[in-house]
């Protein structure tokens, strides 16, 4: 019987999970996407840069502040291709975060945003890449790859 919208769709039979098959089927392949952590402070920006990096292509995870996004890094410090936080926010700023983290010998690279200008960013000169907001999904993209390439 030929397959169709008016046909159900055998579930079991196409996907092989008939008592026992799961075991059978081969593991998935490792995941090859540079996993990306958004650490940014305003939850309808950081969604919104969520959504972008992940319509780009990357995984991503997100954090509300320096304290979690640090938090996130140093439970699994292996993980994350890239961190690219805000520069300015609550309890912990994106640079003291970073220097806590290059403090415990993390060496993820950084990029950093920012919609302010002139003193604010100077903690985050040091580690080179700033993006201003607010920025186009292919600013983000080329900012992203560039940060990503070293």
Sequence with gaps: MPWGPHRPTPILEIANLAPGAA???????????????????????????????????????????????LSQVQDDPESFSLILSDVVMPRLSGPEMVAQLRESGDETPVAFMSGYSGDALEPAEQYGNLLPKPFTMEELRDFVREALSG
Excluded: C, F, K, N
């Excluded at 990306?36 to 959504?51: F, P, T």
């Design 23 to 69: 075991h059978d089927r081969p593991e998935s392949p490792p995941v090859t996407e540079p996993l990306v952590l958004v650490v940014e402070d305003e939850e309808v920006l950081r969604r919104l840069i969520v959504r972008m990096l992940s319509r780009l292509g990357y995984r991503v995870q997100e954090a509300a502040d320096g304290e979690e996004g």
